[in-house]
């Protein structure tokens, strides 16, 4: 920009900020005039107009239908869209045959002979509320969710920086543990060395000694012969005796042997695999992994069926008609759902009221018994004792989809819990620590289900979480709670269930809601719609959730997914 337009732009900003006319305590001043204050507006041209300055403007371009009105009644009139095939046209009316909007010239034209056509204003609401259903979906669904993919893109960027921090950190140490090792064998075998040395040092000198002594034993015999030899005393000459012989056989020869340091081949590939190598790390790209985040979904209740318990605890589904319920009574009741009416009843074994109860893929009812350490299986309506335990006690219980049974124990001290996969009486599996060594769950853990991705899940009351392991044993992650709550209580969770999506779903009891979180542990929403005191849940094929309400001894049929 030229100087001089750059100075004049300033002085124009400098007249306007100080012009009391373009303060923003002043009145609207009309567009054209800009002195007069407004009183009308064009929503045809969208601009604010003084009385004086109507008449000019509605002079200024014939071509267009001015819809002048009051300024307090501006955006009143309709703004048609101006049509695409003639320029100087709007469109008031919408071909349903061609769904486009349409002016009077065009209506008039052979393009759209026989067609259809209402009015824009017919079809007005229709549009806004697609656009208003469409808005609401972008704002309360859509974007949250790409705000809670971004934070968990951040976070597994955090949870990575840790990660590798801990494995340049294990590398590290493990150098280092490699380097002592190798600093002691190198101590080790210089001093093998240093000893070595020694023995044939000694060994050699205790030669040399003796060689020594019989170097002076023959320096003192020549002695001798020489002053005899130089002497006139003929006595001296005879009395020297020989004893060259005993010199002639020399001593042995001693020659040391140096050992020889044979170092191993070092080649970087076989040292790498010594030492130990990295996994490959990896991006992939799972279109499944991410779950949209609904608004909440009016949940409405619809059956609700009485037990007759004194406290209602458990209800697992059999079918999509019939429910299994038990509470604090040693009777566990068949349902109807829609009739609502007792279908069968089963005592257990023992008398005890059962812990937890389950149904298998054949339709078989299981229980678990914590007072008699065993878990049971109802055939034919006959009990058959599956697992009995020794030093440990069954909580929760649940049947997988590969026909496993997941029990959760307490052991006789109550110190200790772990979950343990069965097939039969046989055990296969035993989850009880991470990777650290840290028990997973606490000694006050209820129930237990199986997530459509096989993870196994797990509600701990007494660490107030959810703990998610995946079908290994290896912790996925905790789910402690979404604040605020419906009571603003501690989370308590008890029961557990999942559902079709791999939503999973837990009852918590202090705030008498439901939470349900995705397969990652993301909370989604509650389900809070008068429950009192739940406990038990399941859900059937038709995203339906049971309810077992424990002071109420009623279950809730919940419809509660769209």
Known sequence: MGGRHYCLLKIRQNHLTMDPRYCAQDVLRCDLCETEV????????????????????????????????PFKLRKSTPLYPGCTTHSKKRCEMYCKQCDIPVCNTCIASHQHLGHKFITLLQILDEKKNKISKEHTELKETIYPTYQDIASDVQNRMSQLEMEYGDLSTTITKYGEDWHREIDKLVKKLKAEVDEMKNTQIQTLQKHLDEINKTMSDIKDEIDAVEIAINSNDLSKLFGVKFSVDRYKTLPQKIVPSTPKFMPGKIQAKDFQEKFGALTFSSLTSDEQSYSMKFSQPEPETVTTIDTGYGFLFNVVCLSDEEIWTSGYDSTMKLYSINQ???????TTKSGNEPEDIAVTKSGDLVYSDYNDRTVNIVKSEKIEEVIRLQNWRPRGVCSTSS????????????NQTKVVRYSGSTEKQTIQFDDKGKSLYSSDNRYITENRNLDICVSDSGAKAVVVVNQAGKLRFRYTRHTPAPKNQPFFPLGITTDSQSHILTADCDNDCVHIIDQDGQFLHYIDCGLSNPWGLCTDTNENLFVALNRNKQVKKIKYLK
């Open 340 to 346: 609502g009416s007792l279908l069968k009843s089963i």
């Open 403 to 414: 026909g496993d049974l997941l029990v959760i124990m307490y052991s006789d001290e109550y």
């Open 38 to 69: 407004v009183q009308m507006h064009c929503d045809t041209c969208l601009v604010n107009l003084c009385t004086a300055c109507v008449g000019k403007h509605m002079v200024s371009d014939q071509s267009k239908k001015h819809e002048v009105v």
